[in-house]
């Protein structure tokens, strides 16, 4: 792997401020060509075990430096990031398949987090509380919750761990993280920076390994563990989410979604269109927050489906390194299966496919962007998530009936919303049942914003005041006079 600064490339576990090696080695592939990457160590359950304990004989220090003294390493942790960008997203990539110019936008978005995490430890304050009784004073502290253990998702390798991270480390919590077996070598890179920063040795840990499962018992169960931090699918988020019940651990999940795309007939088609082909196409389909389900008003519905056709038949195909390229590979082979199974479902049941539908022979992980109409509420490309490039259109004519319609889900995580009309948009955005809804656009998530979702989508938020305030405990301090 040609890179400008060779020491990104890590390849060993990183536990207690040392690179080690594991009892055998994981292959990282190219999805795009399934071209052999690299090895990387691969970590156990042991291995977590060491990471936990090292997290915790560092935790006592790093509560105790000042906020200032964690803001000052974050910063550095973040300018060596955004110093090394090209190559990061050239690692990013090269393992996950994603177009280079989204891969960069990746590193310096996950960058963000670090950076405004970094500002707002500055700000934890406590309260002095009117009291109840003359003879007491009462106040709140907020103090780091202890040790967070991470388990994160390969469709971004380097911000779903940096969301997590950055705000514990600046509470002042130490971290161990699990990244995806998939996407390693984006997740150990972070941790070669972070450690040339001066992050002290066991305030962050890194375990790729193959045994999930058993490095997952670990980092819900282990008893100093104090917070379990996930990102992933709502079957593993439940999984994970009973094992933290045994020891009352503080959790967030951040789970699957089936994201509703609603077009009034009020809508800018041209902004409809383009925010649709950015939620959908983006990352070939491949994000939580990616439309599920696009309703439109059936007046405006051939109109719609014509320019989306347009739209999407423009994105070019290919390995993300090269130039231009808008759509690659989806991330195996048996996601790009489970892709044509939900198209075969749709075709059967009566859909039509108006553009794609099928795998590209650009590589075995490859499958056509697709455009489906005639889509119902019942097929399984419209309750499950799709995570591909694959976009299915409904139509509507009535608002309740389409907020009843995009509310009839077990998900909550993102909505969007296509209306000219102001009251129609306030409306609709506050009827519709999920933690996050964007209107009249299709890119929203940044760093000084909630994310997160309700229902089975998940709990609590990451980024913002209130991603902050996920890793702190308030402690009510109570004095008699
Ligand atoms: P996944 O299968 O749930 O895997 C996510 C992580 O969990 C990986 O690190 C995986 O490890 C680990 N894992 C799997 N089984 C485990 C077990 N039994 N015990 C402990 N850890 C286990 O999800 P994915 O397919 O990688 O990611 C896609 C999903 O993530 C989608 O549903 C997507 O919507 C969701 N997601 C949600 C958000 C959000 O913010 N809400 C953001 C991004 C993605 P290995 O890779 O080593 O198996």
């Given at each position: ?440 656009t299709g890119v929203f998530s940044t760093a000084v914003a909630p994310f997160g979702g309700c229902k089975e989508s998940g709990i609590g938020r990451e980024g913002g005041v209130e991603g ?14």
């Amino acid at each position: 792997m040609q890179l400008a600064n060779s020491d990104l490339l890590k390849l060993q576990n990183y536990i207690d401020g040392e690179w080690r090696d594991g009892a055998s080695t994981i292959e990282v592939r190219d999805p795009a060509n399934g071209e052999l990457l690299a090895r990387v160590a691969d970590g156990s359950a042991a291995d977590a075990e060491a990471a936990v304990a090292a997290a915790s004989a560092a935790f006592p220090a790093w509560k105790r430096k000042t906020a200032g003294e964690r803001a000052a390493v974050l910063k550095r942790w973040h300018q060596l990031i955004m110093d090394n960008a090209d190559d990061l997203a050239r690692i990013l990539t090269l393992e996950q398949g994603k177009p280079l110019a989204e891969a960069k936008g990746e590193i310096i978005y996950g960058a963000s987090f670090i950076e405004w995490f970094a500002e707002e430890c500055r700000r934890a304050y406590g309260q002095t509380i009117p009291t109840h009784n003359p003879a007491m004073r009462l106040n709140t502290i907020r103090q780091p919750v202890g040790v967070v253990t991470c388990i994160t998702p390969w469709n971004f390798p380097n911000a779903m761990i940096t969301r997590k991270a950055a705000p514990a480390l600046a509470a002042g919590c130490t971290v161990v993280i699990k990244p995806p077996v998939e996407t390693p070598l984006s997740a150990l890179a972070l941790c070669q920076l972070a450690e040339q920063a001066g992050l002290p040795k066991g305030t962050i840990n890194m375990v790729v390994g193959s045994d999930a499962p058993g490095i997952g018992r670990v980092l819900t169960e282990d008893a100093r563990v104090a917070k379990f931090t996930f990102t992933g699918s709502t079957a593993v988020g439940k999984l994970l989410m009973a094992q933290c019940a045994s020891g009352v651990k503080k959790m967030s999940m951040e789970l699957g979604g089936n994201a509703p795309f609603i077009v009034f007939d009020d809508a800018d088609l041209d902004t409809a269109v383009s925010a649709c082909v950015a939620t959908k196409m983006r990352n070939a389909g491949q994000t939580c927050v990616s439309t599920n389900r696009i309703y439109v008003h059936e007046a405006v519905h051939d109109q719609f489906v014509e320019k989306l056709r347009a739209a999407v038949a423009e994105l070019k195909i290919g390995h993300g390194c090269d130039e231009g390229v808008a759509v690659g590979p989806l991330i195996h082979r048996r996601a790009a299966e489970r892709v044509n199974d939900l198209v075969q479902d749709a075709i059967a049941s009566g859909a039509k496919v108006e553009l794609g539908g099928d795998f590209l022979s650009h590589g075995e992980n490859y499958f056509a962007p697709t455009l489906i109409t005639g889509v119902t509420d019942e097929m399984r490309i419209a309750r499950e998530e799709i995570f591909g490039p694959l976009a299915p259109v409904q139509k509507f004519t009535d608002e309740d009936d389409v907020i009843r319609r995009a509310n009839a889900t077990p998900y909550g995580l993102a909505a969007y919303v296509m209306s000219e009309n102001i009251r129609r948009a306030n409306r609709v955005v506050e009827a519709l049942d999920y933690g996050m809804v964007a209107c009249n656009t299709g890119v929203f998530s940044t760093a000084v914003a909630p994310f997160g979702g309700c229902k089975e989508s998940g709990i609590g938020r990451e980024g913002g005041v209130e991603g902050m305030a996920e890793f702190y405990e308030t402690k009510y301090c109570c004095f008699g006079a």
